[in-house]
């Protein structure tokens, strides 16, 4: 399962506050509580030990020429290595597009983590989340539903591995800005913490994180004082990590050391070889299944320098 990637690196990352509990999932991932509808039979698997980062501003406008973008040298981008991000809101669904090196809308993928197409959603304060897996059509159009996204200005980030052009084979994330009309409330970031609860379900994470440094972080679940060991497959392993960097939104997603064996009987000990590049907060996102009902708990990550 092994993924090549360009743009890898590892992540590291402790202990954090605060919960984030959204609405229900529309194609399963989407980082809400209920019944995971995205469980798809894909051939592949991408590299599970490893993670993306959203590539390098090329600018004050982080590459995607839309206010609000990135200034940091790891922070999102829509082009890189010939590939492009296309994309608006239109609805309840933002629809997007990949043009390849040849200039042609890209309809070729490999799946990665059992999917062809990961996309992400997150609002510039850290608040707000999904994680779906869009349809696309045969012209190459995805579409993402992105229902009840609170008003503000939000980071979309698509995660995919082109089965053409000449970065085939090369994990890649590309990133555009996104506004949801409407009055909009800054929300502040919650302090940091060991760790936190979610649907009942209490999520500790140690480590001691510090940028540009390879360790080892261990997530533990446990319910009523409980070690939960009735973890469920998502995305081909027990849990799924995604990290978002607070101020210039750069991203990172990684899975646990292990895969997932099949059935239930994952945790209660998850681990992770990590490195996060940058110092400061970062706001972590972790996915579980049990029982066939998704949880995500939020969780904010003080990483020194």
């Known amino acids: 399962m092994t993924r090549t990637t360009t743009t890898r690196r590892t992540l590291s990352a402790a202990a954090a506050a605060a919960v984030l509990v959204l609405g229900p999932t529309a194609c399963g991932g989407d980082g809400t509580p209920g019944t995971d509808r995205a469980a798809s039979p894909s051939a592949g698997h991408g590299d599970h030990a490893g993670h993306d980062m959203a590539g390098t501003s090329h600018g004050p406008d982080g590459g995607d020429g839309t206010p609000g973008s990135s200034t940091a040298d790891n922070g999102p981008v829509a082009e890189q ?44 304060d850290l608040s707000g989340f999904r994680h779906l897996h869009p349809v696309m059509s045969p012209d190459g159009t995805w579409t993402a539903p992105v229902a009840a996204l609170e008003p ?11 089965d053409a052009g000449s970065g085939a084979g090369t994990g890649l994330v590309l990133s555009r800005s996104a506004t949801v009309p409407g009055r909009s409330t800054p929300v502040p970031l919650p302090a940091a913490a060991a760790s936190t609860g979610v649907d009942g379900y209490t999520v500790t994470v140690s480590g001691v994180p510090r940028a540009g440094a390879a360790g080892e972080l261990t997530v533990t679940v446990g319910k009523d004082g ?18 978002f960097h607070a101020g210039d939104l750069a991203f990172a997603h990684l899975h646990p050391e292990a895969e997932a064996a099949g ?29 066939g009902t998704l949880h995500t708990a939020a969780l904010t990550l003080d990483v020194a320098a």
């Open 226 to 243: 409980q070690p939960v060991t009735d973890l469920q497959p998502y995305l081909g392993t027990y849990a799924h990590l995604t990290a």
């Open 81 to 124: 290595g010939g590939y492009r991000l296309d994309g608006a809101l239109s609805g309840d669904a933002y629809r997007f597009t990949v043009t390849g090196p040849d200039g042609g809308v890209l309809t070729a993928y490999r799946p990665e983590q059992t999917e062809e197409m990961h996309f992400y959603a997150i609002r510039a």
């Open 152 to 162: 503000g200005d939000w980071r979309v980030y698509a995660s995919f591995v082109p």
């Open 263 to 291: 059935g239930t009987g994952g945790g209660p000990a998850l681990a992770f070889h990590a490195e996060l590049p940058e110092p400061g907060d970062w706001r972590l996102f972790l996915q579980f299944r049990t029982g």
